[in-house]
């Protein structure tokens, strides 16, 4: 299985987060992926983000690494790189450089605060990133403070998977005769982009802008997550009216006050009462009587839980990767399925074959080690 993307190769200059994510979703699905990577880089060989690619350690201080990287470059169709804003130029490997040798590249910029704006050279992270788009605002409970969603929303949901959007459109548009382009993603952006819709319903007067007051943000009795006896959880979506119908007749329901399901003011009692349900069985108990029904209901599952469970089994939405377990490449693609994923490669373990598929000579490759381009 060569994968949708198979002929794509892409240039990676190592980082962390976001952008190997990116590169990560382009292996997943066929493309080479060859990582540029420094001595002494981050490295952690069960991370799923550094699977299924090639990697070469060059000094690209060194005028003998920045030539082989420009090389690499010249034989690619796209590149990814995380530094902030100016420091690819400095090293000689910028756009204008990079372009002008080859102007069918599509040049991936991964960043928090983007190319340009007063941020742009600040340090950040993703709850800084995710915390100017109001995103942040919108997660928690009533009254309590914002909770951070982990990284999910600014490094890899509105970061590294904007990029790897970015990158696969500007890459078909090369193959529909336009040149190739720099890809500014930057999470600000893309965190932003995830909020569509609750900024449509915040100015169509239908959403709060206050956290836990929704009825998609846990401030509805039907759309939230409520403790079990035995102290695990579960979570209930019963929003469309058939839903929440079923819900009652499972539960038995019958009080009338239930009938009040889009009464805001009757939520919080409403949950109160749920919550006094839910917690007289235990989680397993609950899943016997709505898990698969239309209630619209799932177990909450630890991370060492949930590739167990049956319909994750059933879809291989989990898969061991080297004997570490990880999620499956996505989406799936019916006639172009993903090749099955490789182990992360040692630091700079293709080095050579990489150099003499360039047309690298032995003579020039030890040339590279002596002058300690090459690691």
């Not at 002494?40 to 350690?57: K, L, N, T």
């Not at 900024?199 to 007051?213: K, M, V």
């Not at 050579?352 to 002058?371: N, P, S």
Request: glycine share 14%.
């Amino acid at each position: 299985m060569a994968g949708i993307l198979s002929g794509i190769r892409i240039i990676e200059i190592g980082g962390i987060g976001p952008g190997p994510f990116a590169a990560m979703m382009l292996a997943d699905h066929g493309a080479e992926v060859i990582t540029i990577q420094r001595r002494g880089g981050y490295f952690v060989p069960e991370d799923a983000s550094s699977r299924s690619r090639r990697s070469i350690v060059l000094d690209i201080k060194k005028p003998e690494g920045l030539e082989v990287a420009k090389k690499l470059c010249r034989s690619a169709d796209g590149l990814i790189e995380g530094f902030r804003p100016g420091v690819m130029e400095r090293l000689g490997l910028g756009p204008d450089v990079l372009l002008g040798e080859n102007p069918k590249l599509v040049y991936g910029r991964m960043t928090g605060w983007g190319q340009y704006g007063p941020l742009s050279q600040s340090a950040g992270h993703d709850i800084n990133y995710i915390g100017i788009t109001g995103v942040l605002h919108m997660v928690g409970t009533r009254g309590g403070k914002p909770v951070p969603p982990v990284n999910l929303v600014g490094d890899f949901g509105g970061g590294g998977m904007l990029l790897a959007f970015g990158m696969v459109a500007a890459l078909l548009g090369v193959r529909l005769g336009r040149a190739g382009q720099v890809v500014d993603a930057a999470m600000t952006d893309g965190s932003a982009l995830l909020a569509s819709m609750c900024y449509g319903q915040l100015a169509a007067g239908i959403y709060h802008d206050e956290r836990g007051t929704n009825w998609c943000d846990g401030g509805a009795h039907y759309y939230d997550t409520y403790t079990c006896a035995d102290g695990r959880w579960i979570s209930i979506a019963s929003w469309e009216s058939q839903f929440y119908a079923l819900l009652r007749e499972k539960l038995g329901l019958d009080d009338p006050a239930f009938d009040a399901q889009q009464d805001e003011a009757a939520w919080p009692v409403l949950k109160e009462r749920l919550a006094a349900i839910f917690v007289e069985r235990t989680r397993d108990e609950w899943c016997a009587l709505l898990e698969g029904t239309d209630v619209c209901f799932s177990p909450v599952l630890s991370l060492a839980e949930a590739p167990a469970h049956s319909h994750n089994v059933a879809r291989e939405t989990f898969i061991s990767v080297g004997g570490v377990t990880q999620p499956a490449p996505a989406p799936r693609f019916s006639a172009d399925p993903a090749p099955t994923p490789r182990p992360a490669p040692a630091i700079g373990e293709d080095g050579e074959a990489i150099l003499r598929e360039l047309g690298v000579g032995a003579d020039e490759i030890l040339a590279l080690k002596a002058a300690s381009a090459l690691g």
